[in-house]
């Protein structure tokens, strides 16, 4: 059974983890604080995702991987000088904003629109990719969506696993409650998975692959549609930062006997 | 792989080479107006390839006078990149010692004597002197105020839309390529290694990419220069022995500050007479400050995130900084050598540009705008070559490139600062001397003192100690310190009188929590360790462990054997380790026991 | 005027779990805070009866059920089927559901299918003057934000946890069914089992309630100068069997084995806690020997409950980062703990 899957992977940027991050509010609503000055990566979930895609593709000869990607331009092109010396795909890239307090049905309406778009789009084939939760929003929605306006029956999420069967029939262990995984069987594409984790390392940086992929995103990035989100649906109340700090208490004098009694009163309530 | 032109670093002075560079490679129409060689039809292929993570995360600078960046970009609008600001107000500040821990020799001691009793007449306000009047070289008029990292990526971003040049982030250099005495690429990291450079699961071998021109901007303490210099010597008396390592906070704040963007402070005289302080205010309450430690400060115990902290508490500083919160940390070698340190500037198939080719001018303590000028220097000369289609020999870089260098202000500055600092290898007051001295006589006078190697300079903790503290007492400190396996000058410092800092848990935070919090400091795994203690058994006889006290990410620890561990995951490639050190290596006397190689990771921040 | 669904899925036994009781919960409570509302319970499963008698008192007005062979597996097309004909029938303006891992796969798609809107992981929700509005985290949980929507049909998916359940008796409901035909197009995936995790001990367990984490401080050389290390071993080892605790370390912990230096021979990388480790979610956190350096805290972000034994009053747990420091040897006072954890718990 040799099959050549068309892969698409939605995946948006998000702000480098370890940054320290504020909401401001602004005339469109709620915003991060020096956003456009933040470092960013491409969200991690999405990112197994591509990598899950590309080791797929790699495995049925013919297939190809894309990569739709919303987000402001600047920042796409400078996250593309990482990302895209991992492995090889075609950049779709709309230029708008990356922010999560987007409404998640608004950003999959472009992502479908986008993915519609691609020629030759063949649903037999298709498999579309994403994370299962991006770092921002963290809503776990837009795949659904965007798998729901594309009629895609078969979807799964919080993927950590994808294996294809001798008969063509894909194998998907899905995340479920209680850190156990639920195993299906999807008889063909089309397929929509997002992706947790999955078994994948992080690929090693390619230089060729880096100058392949450049070749088709620069220009993608040149004409990067720009795109609004209405923002119409969602009105934010507030949004804050949790108290960073507690009010310890500090237990200076007291015999380890007490304390050990303390303790366990603790672990028992 | 083949290409046109590698870059090694994307610091001020490659963005310098490539903005000029890529403005001229396509014509209107988007044809090539110069045609590559290893792919004809085409632009040039021109490759830049970045240690750090991503841009403007491995450098730092924020006060220039824009004379290169104006001639580049002569509408610069400081309001179109985050953090920039026109200077506004300059002043030199000398801070007195308030708490009476600092080690000052009796010149200094005499002098802040004179200056606390004539208090009456001089404006001595908060434990500091603002000098009424400060040199002309020493000015930044009509400058800017940068954040480094903010105006990286702003140039970044412009270069690489032009389409016709690829920087590629978290990707180390790790050696030039080198044939019959020519440089004809570079070759990329191992990835998949572990620790000591041994192929592990995914093993990738670094890639090697060929290119006619290879342009070295590493930085002061780049491995590829390094390696250079070690293949190609340097020019005759011309050695790197002055240096000194940068640490800095990015703050907000408080909310009523009175400081106004565009101030711009710089101190000497406390912590130590010979730490030099600069501060720096952006647009929106923000301010970047921070302390040079430099290697003549002759001290075992030299620790740049301890002094920072004493020197922000300081009561001419606190008063504006107290109620701040930290938003960014980073540290970085500055190379102090400038022209003295300079190598050879280009040879067969390469040139060097930036600090690591001895750009950076000491006196006026400036290195972005004469980096960014070498950088503009070596674009105009490629073009050049390139159009006449001569090729990048040694004798024709030399005719266009190094020529260019020479007849430029950049040279002649240069020189006068060559001799300046001298003075400071014999003192502080008699480098402040010497240092006005030069500037102010345009180079014809300067007090003399040769530098010596770093290592040399680096006393015992029982000589610097002496008459402070008990050799009995070092040695009981030390095997406390190192049971718990930290560094040993905080112990030191609070027994002669340095007090504990306050932690407020916003400006005041742990060393740890300033890589985490300020720095975001970050490791990929897969990689060699960079930092490599080189003869163990020197390490092992070593009494000061200098590599330890002075690591700017706490990186380096008491390690099993006398030999210090290295913790890539803490590292900022800041460099210091590669000049403090208190051992030179059997044979080589510039050389000492720490190779600091090509390493990825480090700093996320774009602030610094 | 609101007409809210209970939107809840059975178990394989036919039971409702938790988080269902925790939905009505919120579903009763929302439904008195708002003039003119009615609940209307949605149940989907291999069967439902039995489940609908078990929340047969909780005031609602109806008892929705799809029901078969087909919606027993979790699987997005028969759930999303069963789901849009449970909210056609209620004419729901409003559904709150658990954010389980079965709802959150396919209810946002289903929020499309009927034109309405999802908000997922929400851990609050309240009304007032008619207007409702939910809580939920943002940027991985470093933001909270509290939001409204206008538009109907809402779904809102409650986080398992973060209400209080509902408690009734069981009795009689009177469902009506609903008869999905599920096309073969939403049969071609089959779930064809459960894969579990190997239990390991000492990996960090997601439903421990307590987290314990051992700091380097274990290891070092105590008050007589030497390290006690297998003395440690047996009292963290200890601990975690008698409290049920899972095993969380820090960085430098576990960094020493990888140096070959005598360390808890039980530790890898895996139970590392932190920036570069984990970030789990245990609702009590013990620390122990582990000094609160910011980037080992940052990985107790979901930590709600958190203490620590530490001999220095001056680590990182006393500024801010714990609720209770214990300033305390912590061999001697874990000794203790596990002496009194072992004895039956006073009735
Ligand atoms: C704290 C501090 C404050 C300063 N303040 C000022 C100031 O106010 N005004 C001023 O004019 N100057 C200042 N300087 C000096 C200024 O920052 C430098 O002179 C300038 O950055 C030098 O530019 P460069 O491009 O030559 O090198 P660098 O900025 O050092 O850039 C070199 C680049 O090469 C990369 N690199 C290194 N090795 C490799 C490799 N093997 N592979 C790939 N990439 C590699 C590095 O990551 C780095 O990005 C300051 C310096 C410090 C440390
Ligand atoms: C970029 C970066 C990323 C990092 N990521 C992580 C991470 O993900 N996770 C992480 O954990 N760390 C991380 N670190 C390291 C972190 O900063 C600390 O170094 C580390 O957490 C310290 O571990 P520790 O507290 O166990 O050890 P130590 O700092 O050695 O502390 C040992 C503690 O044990 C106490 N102690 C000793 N004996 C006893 C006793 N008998 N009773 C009670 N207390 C005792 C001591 O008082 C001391 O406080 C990172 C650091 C950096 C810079
Ligand atoms: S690296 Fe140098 S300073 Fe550090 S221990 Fe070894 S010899 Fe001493
Ligand atoms: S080990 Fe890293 S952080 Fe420490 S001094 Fe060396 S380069 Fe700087």
Redesign the interface.
């Known amino acids: 059974m040799n099959t050549a899957y068309q892969i698409v992977v939605c995946g948006s940027i998000v702000p ?1 983890p ?3 991050l504020e909401p401001v509010t602004g005339p469109a609503g709620p915003a991060l604080k ?1 956003e ?4 960013a990566v491409l969200d991690p979930w999405a990112s197994h995702a591509l990598y899950e895609a590309a080791n797929f593709a790699k495995h049925s000869a013919g297939s190809k991987v894309w990569l739709v990607s919303l987000g402001p331009k ?1 920042k796409l ?2 996250v593309m ?2 990302v895209a ?1 991992k492995v090889p795909f075609e950049l779709i890239a709309l230029d708008g904003p990356a922010s999560g307090f987007t409404d998640a049905a608004e950003v999959a309406a472009l992502l479908t629109e986008a993915i519609q778009s691609i020629p030759g789009l063949d649903k037999a084939k298709l498999l579309v990719f994403g994370g299962w939760e991006s770092a921002s929003r963290g809503a776990g929605a837009t795949m659904q969506i965007v798998g729901e306006r594309l009629g895609i029956l078969d979807q799964f999420q919080g993927v950590d696993e994808l294996k294809l069967n001798p008969d063509g029939s894909l194998e998907i262990l899905e995340r479920i409650e209680g850190g156990k995984h639920q195993v299906s069987r999807c008889v063909s594409p089309p397929a929509l998975l997002g992706w947790a984790t999955g078994n994948l ?2 690929p ?5 692959v ?2 392949v992929n ?1 070749r088709t995103a ?2 993608a ?2 004409k990067a549609k720009p795109v609004k989100l209405a923002g119409e649906s969602l009105t934010f109340k507030s949004v804050s930062l949790p108290k ?2 507690r009010e310890t208490k500090i237990v200076k004098d007291k015999s380890a006997d007490d304390i050990a009694r303390e303790i366990v009163e603790w672990i028992r309530k | ?1 083949d290409v046109d032109i590698v870059c090694v670093g994307f610091g001020p002075a490659t963005a310098g080479f490539l903005t000029t560079l890529s403005r001229q490679l396509l014509k209107a129409d988007g044809t090539p107006a110069i045609e590559s060689t290893v792919t004809p039809g085409m632009p040039p292929q021109i ?1 830049c390839y970045e240690r750090a ?3 403007g ?1 491995g450098v730092s600078g924020v006060v220039t006078r824009a004379r290169g960046l104006r001639e580049t970009f002569p509408d610069l609008d400081p309001k179109q990149i ?2 920039a600001a026109l200077v506004a107000e300059e002043k030199v500040v000398y801070l007195l010692d308030p708490i009476g821990a600092s080690r000052r020799s009796w010149t200094v001691r005499a002098a802040d004597a004179c200056l606390r009793a004539f208090k009456g007449l001089l404006p001595l306000k908060n434990d500091a002197l603002e000098l009424p009047w400060s040199p002309a070289f020493l000015h930044k008029t009509g400058g800017l105020v940068l954040s480094m990292g ?1 105006f990286m ?1 702003w140039v ?2 412009q270069i ?2 032009t ?1 016709t040049v ?6 180390p250099v790790s050696e030039a390529l080198i044939e019959d005495r020519n440089v004809v690429g570079v070759r ?1 990291l191992d ?2 290694v572990d620790k000591q450079g041994k192929p592990g ?2 093993f ?1 071998p670094g ?1 090697d ?1 060929h290119a006619a021109l290879t342009v070295l901007g590493d930085g002061p303490v780049g491995p590829v220069g390094q390696q250079i210099d070690a293949q190609f010597g340097t020019p005759e008396n011309h050695h790197s022995r002055d240096w000194a390592v940068g640490m800095k906070f990015v703050v907000d704040l408080p909310e009523n500050t009175p400081l106004k963007p565009g101030t711009v402070l710089h101190t000497f005289g406390f912590p130590e007479p010979e730490i030099f302080g600069f501060f720096y205010v952006q647009p929106d309450r923000i301010a970047s400050l921070g302390i040079f430690v430099p290697s003549w400060f002759d001290s075992p115990m030299r620790t740049s995130y301890r002094y920072l902290q004493h020197w922000m508490l300081h009561p001419y500083l606190w008063r504006y900084l107290e109620g701040s919160k930290l ?1 960014s940390w980073g540290a970085k070698t500055l190379g102090e050598s400038g022209r003295r340190g300079e190598p050879h500037l280009a040879g067969n198939g390469y040139a060097r540009i930036g600090e690591g080719s001895g750009s950076t001018n000491v006196l006026t303590g400036s290195g972005i705008d004469e980096a960014w000028t070498t950088g503009t220097q070596l674009a105009e000369s490629v073009l050049e070559l390139l159009k006449a289609g001569k090729a990048f020999t040694k004798e024709n870089l030399e005719q266009s490139y190094v020529s260019r260098r020479r007849t430029s202000w950049l040279e002649s500055e240069a020189r006068v600062a060559e001799k300046s600092r001298d003075g400071f290898q014999k003192g502080f007051v008699r480098g402040m001397v010497g240092m006005a001295l030069a500037g102010l006589t345009n180079g014809r006078l300067a007090l003399n003192g040769e530098p010596v190697p770093p290592y040399q300079r680096i006393p015992t903790l029982e000589e610097y100690y002496r008459g402070r503290i008990s050799p009995e007492e070092i040695d009981q400190l030390g095997k406390e310190c190192r ?3 930290v560094s040993l000058h905080s112990a030191l410092m609070q027994r002669c009188g340095w007090p504990a800092i306050p ?1 407020d ?1 916003k400006l005041l ?2 060393h ?2 300033a ?3 300020g720095g ?1 400091v ?1 490791a ?1 795994p ?1 990689y060699a360790d960079h930092v490599v203690f080189l003869y163990p058994e020197l390490c092992q006889k070593c009494g000061t462990k200098i590599c330890i006290e002075l690591c700017s990410g706490q990186a380096i620890a008491p390690g ?1 054997g006398g030999v210090p ?1 290295f ?1 890539r ?1 803490k590292c900022v490639h800041c460099g210091a380790c590669y000049w403090n050190c208190s051992q030179s290596v059997p044979g080589n006397p510039e050389r000492m026991n720490i190779a600091f190689r090509a390493g990825t990771g480090g700093l ?4 610094n | 005027m609101e007409t809210i669904l209970l939107l809840a899925h059975t178990e394989p036994d036919g039971t409702l779990a938790k988080s269902a009781f925790e939905i009505l919960g919120a579903a009763t409570s929302l439904n008195s805070s708002l003039a003119g509302s009615k609940i209307i319970a949605g149940l989907v499963g291999e069967t439902v009866q039995s489940a609908a008698d078990s929340i047969a008192k909780c005031g609602a007005v109806k008892f929705l059920g799809v029901a078969g062979a087909d919606f027993a597996p979790s699987r997005y097309a028969s759930d999303a089927a069963a789901a849009e004909a449970i909210c056609r029938a209620a004419n729901a303006s409003l559904i709150l559901a658990p954010a389980t891992a079965r709802w959150n796969r396919v209810l946002p798609a289903v929020a499309q299918r009927l034109g309405g809107h999802a908000d997922t992981h929400i851990t609050g929700i309240e009304a007032s003057n008619g207007s409702i509005s939910v809580n939920r985290w943002y940027y991985r949980q470093r933001m909270e934000a509290s939001l409204q929507r206008k538009g109907r049909p809402w779904f809102i998916l409650l986080e398992p946890g973060s209400q209080p359940a509902w408690g009734g008796e069981r009795a009689p409901a009177k469902m009506e069914t609903i008869n999905v035909n599920l096309p073969e197009t939403c049969k071609r995936t089959t779930v064809v089992g459960l894969r579990e995790p190997t239990a390991d001990a000492q990996t960090i367990r997601p439903d421990a309630d307590l987290l314990l984490v051992a700091g ?1 401080g274990w290891t ?2 105590q008050a007589d100068g030497q390290p006690h290390v297998k003395e440690a071993e047996k009292l963290i080892l200890g601990c975690l069997k008698l409290a049920r605790a899972s095993l969380g370390s820090s ?2 912990l576990v ?1 020493l084995s990888g ?1 070959g ?1 005598a360390t808890l021979s039980f530790l890898t990388h895996l139970n590392q806690i932190g ?2 480790g984990s970030t789990p979610r245990h609702a009590k956190g013990l620390a122990t020997c582990c000094h609160g ?3 080992h805290t ?1 990985g107790w972000r979901f930590v709600n409950e958190r203490r620590a034994i530490n001999l220095d009053p001056g680590c ?1 747990w006393a ?2 980062k714990a609720d209770v420091l214990y300033v305390a040897d912590a061999f001697t006072v874990v000794a203790k703990v596990n002496e009194l954890l072992a004895e039956k718990p006073a009735a």
């Open positions: 480098d370890l940054q320290t020096n456009m000055m933040l470092p600047a092109q400078q000088m990482t010396q390392p992080e090693k940086n390619n230089p060729q880096g100058m450049m620069m220009p990035l040149q960073q700090l | 792989m490759l993570d991503d841009l995360f985050p953090m903010q990526q970044g971003a690489q839309s389409g690829q920087i590629w982030l978290g990707t990329l990835q998949g699961e995914g990738m890639m990419i938003r049971i718990k396996g932690y848990g935070v742990s740890q929590d890589l985490l919090l975001k970050q990929p897969g099993q561990a913790d995951e996320h921040s774009a602030e | 380097a070092k050389k960085k430098s960094d140096e230096q920036q570069t350096e910011e980037p940052v990182g500024r801010g």
